[in-house]
């Protein structure tokens, strides 16, 4: 099998430059890397926009999703050329369940209290909705207490929302089901708590990792992301 690409899903309140340090490296061992703009919108067409990323690449991929995007990879992986699947401190739904649903199991994290509510409008005659973000002033403790404050900072201030309705909608698919699956629990998260997380993965019989990190481990630990991904590839192999 030729060496697969890996494809980095950025989470909620986030983009996909916070892949940046993972997304350097990789390219700088020749490893080809694509990290997708993530709408935020909804769980079916955030994963509906994924697969028409994935549609256009050529060959096997790594598909990798970090927090919300461990929901959306769940049902966008079921797209033929994907290979295998990494969560990184995500969401690993189960079929008919909504992140609500699955995180209503367990006591809340530190990030409920944390999150804020803004009304957006909708186009023409589209009904609007309800953007979520993370109060700027309790970001970092949640999220990034690990993290280069300079860094954290910028991430704060300038995070993509992630529209409420995404909360409660049930995954129609679960592609961990039909393809090997690793997940990265990280034991200083403050946002999914780590049994949320080893609660998902062991439910989809995943390889799991552990690593000493806060919510956002691509950043804080990401020569740990790198060399697993780079372990998952050879495996593939």
Request: hydrophobic share 50%.
């Amino acid at each position: 099998m030729p060496a697969p690409t890996v494809v980095l899903v950025h989470g909620a309140f986030a983009d996909a430059s916070t892949y940046q340090p993972v997304t350097r490296a990789l390219l700088d061992d020749g490893v080809p890397v694509v990290a997708v703009a993530v709408p935020n919108r909804s769980l079916t067409g955030d994963a509906e926009y994924v697969r028409s990323a994935l549609a256009v690449i050529e060959g096997p991929i790594l598909l990798v999703g970090h927090s919300y995007g461990g929901a959306v990879i769940t049902v966008a992986g079921v797209a033929d050329n994907v290979v295998a699947l990494l969560y990184l401190s995500g969401y690993a739904l189960a079929v008919g369940e909504s992140l609500a649903e699955m995180q209503g199991q367990f006591p809340d994290s530190e990030l409920p209290p944390a999150l804020e509510q803004r009304p957006f409008p909708g186009a023409g005659a589209a009904p609007g909705g309800v953007d979520v973000t993370i109060q700027p002033g309790r970001f970092a403790a949640v999220v990034a207490a690990d993290v280069d404050p300079r860094i954290s900072d910028v991430l704060a201030v300038s995070q993509r929302p992630l529209a409420a309705a995404a909360f409660a909608e049930a995954a129609p698919v679960a592609a961990w089901r039909s393809r090997p699956t690793w997940g990265v629990v990280c034991t200083a998260d403050h946002a999914i708590t780590p049994q949320v997380q080893r609660f998902g993965y062991e439910r989809a019989q995943a390889t799991i990792r552990e690593v000493e990190s806060s919510h956002l481990v691509m950043l804080s630990q990401p020569g740990f992301v790198v060399d697993l991904i780079k372990q998952i590839i050879e495996s593939l192999n």
